[in-house]
């Protein structure tokens, strides 16, 4: 099977008083139709970045220079002036915004954003539209689309919010839907809900979606992949089957038994350091600056090359052996 | 008898709309006849649907919005009966971390103000000593001292959330509103400020109201848990009590799905 999108040897970084500062380096990612690809990752490692950057979302203050290439059925959206991308902004590639608030007009009332989307992309117009949005509300678990059409941003709580976004995405039913920190501050009833229904969705249409979550159990029920990614470079790819026991890299390893272990002695586990600075330029493997239990001598030289085997492929000298 | 921090009684609130076109009305009970009392050096959960109030009820505590009637009593003080100017004095008392900080924090003063500026204004310290805190509340969220020149948009989502706790924790509340404290963080991360909340709580006076949707999170956090459904408290108790058995009709659907994605 053909892959739906194909982030090659892929870079993004920006200037800032003289100095190239890198987010993102060198990734490589496939997403298949219909699947779902989890990305995780700490607090500043560059997921957001990438989301926006596929779309060349521009947000940096600073001059920007993206580099490598992203195919979205087979055509490089890098090659691509800015009206042609807009045609695939919201479109063929939906994104949700992990801050709702400022992507949303403080001053239209929710039906006017969500029918404007509609009207900008011709999809639909007049009652057509208004019918189109009452159902995806409903989609997204309000019980009175209704009331909600009429309200302003500022009416409603956070959880609302987000669905909101969620309900904008989806309504153009997009090939890939690139969801960053959906479902964050909802509680486990209604996430389930929503991804539920996303997931019906990639079965439906054959979307896929790109799933970024700091909520470990949530990515290992809902993705097909996961991929891991540390101070811009991504580590590793790996089944979701395979993710818990599996994974070859450390730092995978150390997040996961953060988000899975449980707490001893009222102290939650965390990993000791914390992850370089954007603008810090390393030599070897980034992880190694965190006490990486497993660091050999190369690490503190040379960086990785990603490595492929049966069930994914990683970055790192010394990898957790394959299980059994 | 024990002491409470803050005593709430019968709080309302509801907010009303009016659609210009159809001069249709519409009520939303955000808070509706609530009472609460949260015991001195305790760490209180607030759990519920979204939309059910919880926001609206920590930001009525803090009078950062007027209830239509009820009474707040906050260390003996009924907040809701003192002049704006006075709420400001006891204001470095009670802090809170807001659920969207992006939108909270002011987009053009870099994080070395935002973090510095309330400290500055309220212990009246000197600009060396300013800074001096500012370093070591950067390090405590684990945020490097670079990011004090950096503006709120050039910080990730997690980043942010960071910048708001230790903002609030500058101030050195005795009452915290942590209003989903930790729901950008990675897990690590997440780890690394649950135990430093854990560890203000040894170490000196320190009350959290916690806002938390994730049970696993809340179960370790808190010693007491409150449930809001629709602008009402619908039920209270120890945390073990509640998880084992729950009486209201949306906790045990939620107590449910705990034991699901174990
Ligand atoms: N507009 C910007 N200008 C300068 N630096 C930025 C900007 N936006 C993000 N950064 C930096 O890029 C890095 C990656 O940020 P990004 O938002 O992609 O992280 P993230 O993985 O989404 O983190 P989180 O989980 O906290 O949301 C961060 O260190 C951040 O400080
Ligand atoms: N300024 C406002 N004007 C009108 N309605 C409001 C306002 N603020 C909140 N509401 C409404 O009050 C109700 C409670 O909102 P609140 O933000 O307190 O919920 P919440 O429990 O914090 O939800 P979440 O978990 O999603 O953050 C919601 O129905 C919301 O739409
Ligand atoms: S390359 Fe070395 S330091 Fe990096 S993760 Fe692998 S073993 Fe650890
Ligand atoms: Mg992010
Ligand atoms: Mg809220």
Redo the contacts with the bound molecule.
Sequence with gaps: MSELLRIEDFSFS?R?RNTT?S??KKLDILIFPGEVVGLV????????????AILRIP????EVSYKGSIYLNGNDLMQLNDTQLDRIRGNEISIIF?DPLSYLNPMFTIHRQIKEVLKHHEIANGIVADEMIRRCLLNVSFNYPDRIMRSYPFELSGGMRQRIMICMAMITRPKLLIA??VTSSLDALIEKEILDNINRLCSDYGTSVLL?S?NLPTILKYANRIAI?YF?HIVEIVHVNNAQKGARHPYTKALFSCALAKVKDGVFPFIEGS?P??HDVIVGCPFHLRNCPRAIDACRTTLPEMESYDEGSFRCHNPYPVEG | MTDNIVKIRGLNKTFIRKTLITRHVEYIYAARNVNLDIPRDSFYGLVGETGSGKTTLGKLILRLIEPDSGSIIFDGIDVTRLSQREIRRIRPMFQVIFQNPQSALNPKQRVKQLIGNPIRFQKKLDSKSVEKEVFRLLDEVQLSAE?AE??P?????????RVEIARALGLKPKLLVADEPVT???ASIRGHILNLLLQLKKNREFTVLFIGHDLHIMEKMCDILSVMYKGEIVESGSVKQIFNAPTHKYTKKLVSMRYISD
């Design positions: 920006y800032h500062i987010i993102l990752g700490e607090s500043g490692s560059g997921k957001s970045t990438l989301a926006k947000d940096f203050k600073y992990q960053d920190e970024i700091h990614i811009g992850i600075k954007p | 990011m950096y503006f948009h050039q910080l990730s989502g997690g980043q942010i959330q950008s963080l990675d």
